[in-house]
T-cell receptor
Framework: DSGVTQTPKHLITATGQRVTLRCSPR?????VYWYQQSLDQGLQFLIQ???????AKGNILERFSAQQFPDLHSELNLSSLELGDSALYFC???????????FGPGTRLTVL | AQTVTQSQPEMSVQEAETVTLSCTYD???????LFWYKQPPSRQMILVIR??????QNATENRFSVNFQKAAKSFSLKISDSQLGDAAMYFC????????????FGTGTRLQVTL
């Protein structure tokens, strides 16, 4: 158990819908990262937050957005969902930007 | 941009034997980190071993060790005395130092362990 929690574990929804994935980092970790793992794109970095502020952005679609709240938990919002958004979404956290990243168990999103 | 290449989509090893997984990377940075992550069927990402680029000594963690060749930009993982529980996907990953510290992953190597 890495100490990073993600909810829900599984999510099944329809095209065009909007979903929110939630991540609680390890106690004391200020940095949160979101990654997407799909069959065709592999493991890709989406976005990083540090202490509530966006720190880095990767290949994140405009339909996707994220935020980190004052209690340091983070949410990833996916809207206008397409079949190709079906993937495993990981959250990772670290104490600072230069420290080890610990991964949560992931949320498996299925878009039908 | 940094890239990580794993040229072996699948590998197989017999229990108790040794196997080496290959990884090459491309970067113009001089200081960075390299990692091997294990992803078993549960899908959890588990850090196996890390290497700081400024350290010449190869990292070891119990049965896991790396062969880090900085000039060749090569970072292979050796698993000794393989166990059934080692069967998983293994991802090589790169991270530069500094505040923009995303992980860049390779495409993975699926390791099978046979009796």
């Amino acid at each position: 158990d890495s100490g990073v929690t993600q909810t829900p574990k599984h999510l099944i929804t329809a095209t065009g819908q909007r979903v929110t994935l939630r991540c609680s980092p390890r106690s004391g970790d200020l940095s949160v990262y979101w990654y997407q793992q799909s069959l065709d794109q592999g493991l890709q970095f989406l976005i990083q937050y540090y202490n509530g502020e966006e720190r880095a952005k990767g290949n994140i679609l405009e339909r996707f957005s994220a935020q980190q709240f004052p209690d340091l938990h983070s949410e990833l919002n996916l809207s206008s969902l397409e079949l190709g958004d079906s993937a495993l979404y990981f959250c990772a956290s670290s104490v600072g930007s230069n420290n080890e990243q610990f991964f949560g168990p992931g949320t498996r999103l299925t878009v039908l | 941009a940094q890239t990580v290449t794993q040229s072996q989509p699948e590998m197989s090893v017999q229990e108790a034997e040794t196997v080496t997984l290959s990884c090459t990377y491309d970067t113009s940075e001089s200081d960075y980190y390299l990692f091997w992550y294990k992803q078993p069927p549960s899908r959890q990402m588990i850090l196996v071993i890390r290497q700081e680029a400024y350290k010449q000594q190869n990292a070891t963690e119990n049965r896991f060790s790396v062969n880090f060749q900085k000039a060749a930009k090569s970072f292979s993982l050796k698993i000794s005395d393989s166990q059934l529980g080692d069967a998983a996907m293994y991802f090589c990953a790169y991270r530069r130092t500094g505040t923009a510290s995303k992980l860049t992953f390779g495409t993975g190597t699926r390791l099978q362990v046979t009796l």
